[in-house]
């Protein structure tokens, strides 16, 4: 029976399946921020402009944000252990070759190569997880985000070390990493069930069409606008070598992990999703405004990046937490239509930055980034209305239609039914009792429907187990039920 659960596991007791892809997710979370701390020397040691340099972002975040349109339909016709260790060998290759290469074209090409990659692997390794972990899913989800943490502060350290030797150096580590994680993958990882509906590639862009998806996605590309722009460029004024920018990146990396699991959840619970997203975002416009303004003073551009961290912490939750709260599709599909728009913006901004810094000046990137920002508030407030009824859970809007699949064989009454909705949880059985002493003393058939759950975590949504699981769990109900002398169905 699946419903009780008896003492809560340790987070971190998990199968070896769980620490492989867990080791993954830190390596793969560190790609973005590993980069950081060698973008002045790549522009030095091969005679590139820092707007060609910023391509290494863009080719990488678009390649991914378009990949993210696909992986859910190649993860349910191959498999979710297959599409994984797809995402783990591209990325080993690509790495490889851009860390082997001396043109900084060529290094923009691999770095497309690993975006895909990236795409395969981060679209599949939450769902991995949360299928392999012992003691529930909650587990699964605390493991997953220390891994998300681990990795954008532990990226830039790494890259700061391994390119004070060479700036070839980060490329070789993740290569060599992700190595080791795809070897522990295919090890210790069993073959999961596919899923049994294939999901169509064009159901993230059809979502599109919902109007509270459509209006947190262009908010979200805004504001990747402004944060690849100051994650892509503001390395130049700062002035340093590789291994200062390191330790810069990783004080804003600890921020941003630090603010994205203990104070997003406090603040968002005080004050509601939406108006700590309009503070943030405005915060954000602030300290963007601050580093175009100074960007002739390096430690202005320092203090004012690592600050941005406990910004870009919050907003990554709860922009999150927004898009699914007024999404009326399916989470998974929700978070690829999503996943599309975010790194879109995240994708072009760094190439705009970079045609604009060759024709003005170094500050003019960072005021279009502030804009951004800016401009993500009202794009935020067009869809406010649905956002607070999703959050205060009014019923209103557009209905998300559950799917129900019938278990047992109703019993032929006119009377009303008593129906009990549960999930995955150790109190599950003892609701389902005291329901049934409520039909009998009524007279009332009793319905049980088991409620699936879907863990998200930044923009990845999973299901928490799988069809048969919870239809198990209805039969372990019916089968109690009917033991007690309680005729139900489910």
């Not at 701390?37 to 991914?64: G, H, K």
């Amino acid at each position: 029976m699946s419903a009780p659960h008896g003492k809560a596991a340790s987070p971190f007791r998990q199968p070896k399946a769980v620490w492989a892809v867990a080791f993954a997710c830190v390596i793969s979370f560190m790609g973005i921020g590993l980069v950081d701390p060698i973008l002045p020397a790549l522009a030095e040691n091969l005679d590139a402009t820092p707007s060609q340099v910023s391509l290494l972002f863009s080719s990488y975040l678009i390649v991914t944000a378009v990949a993210m349109l696909f992986v859910g339909w190649v993860s349910s016709r191959i498999g979710a252990k297959r599409t994984l260790v797809t995402g783990l060998a591209v990325i080993v290759v690509f790495a490889a070759l851009a860390g082997a290469t001396d043109s900084i074209n060529s290094i923009v090409g691999f770095r497309a190569g690993w975006g895909l990659g990236n795409a395969l692997f981060i679209a599949t390794s939450l769902a991995v997880i949360v299928a392999s972990a012992s003691g529930g899913f909650s587990g699964a989800i605390i493991l997953y985000e220390t891994a998300l943490g681990l990795g954008i502060a532990v990226g830039p350290l790494l890259g700061g070390e391994l390119g004070g030797i060479s700036w070839r150096g980060p490329f070789f580590g993740v290569a060599a990493l992700m190595a080791v994680a795809l070897i522990a993958t295919l090890a210790f990882v069993p073959d999961l069930p596919r899923a049994k509906k294939v999901t169509s590639p064009l159901a993230p862009l059809k979502a599109l069409r919902h109007r509270g998806l459509l209006t947190m996605g262009i908010m979200a590309l805004l504001y990747n606008w402004g944060f690849f722009t100051m994650l892509g460029y503001a390395p130049y004024p700062m002035e340093l070598d590789a291994h200062e920018l390191g330790l810069v990146f990783t004080a804003w990396g600890l921020l941003v992990a630090a603010f994205s699991v203990f104070f997003a959840p406090r603040l968002q619970a005080r004050w509601g999703t939406a108006p700590v997203l309009y503070a943030n975002l405005l915060g954000l416009g602030i300290v963007m405004a601050v580093i175009a303004a100074g960007v002739a003073d390096p430690t202005t551009v320092i203090v004012a990046v690592v600050v941005s961290g406990a910004f870009i912490g919050i907003n990554n939750t709860l922009t999150t937490q927004a898009v699914m709260l007024v999404s009326p599709v399916e989470r998974p599909v929700a978070s690829s239509a999503y996943g599309f728009l975010r790194f879109i913006g995240g994708g072009l901004a760094p190439y705009v930055a970079g045609k604009l810094a060759d024709a003005t000046d170094l500050s003019v990137p960072f005021y279009l980034g502030a804009a951004t920002f800016l401009l993500a508030i009202p794009v935020l407030a067009s869809g406010h209305r649905l956002l607070r009824r999703a959050e205060t859970d009014t019923g209103e809007g557009e209905p998300v239609p559950p799917t129900l699949t019938p278990v047992g064989t109703p019993a032929p009454t006119d009377a009303p039914p008593v129906v009990v909705a549960v999930g995955a949880h150790p109190e599950a059985a003892a609701v389902v009792e005291a329901a049934a002493r409520l039909a009998r003393d009524t007279g009332s058939p009793l319905e049980v429907v088991h409620v699936r759950q879907t863990a998200v975590v930044e923009e990845q949504a999973a299901d928490t187990e799988t069809e048969a699981e919870a239809k198990a769990a209805v039969i372990a109900h019916l089968d109690r039920l009917g033991g007690l002398g309680v005729a139900a169905t489910g």
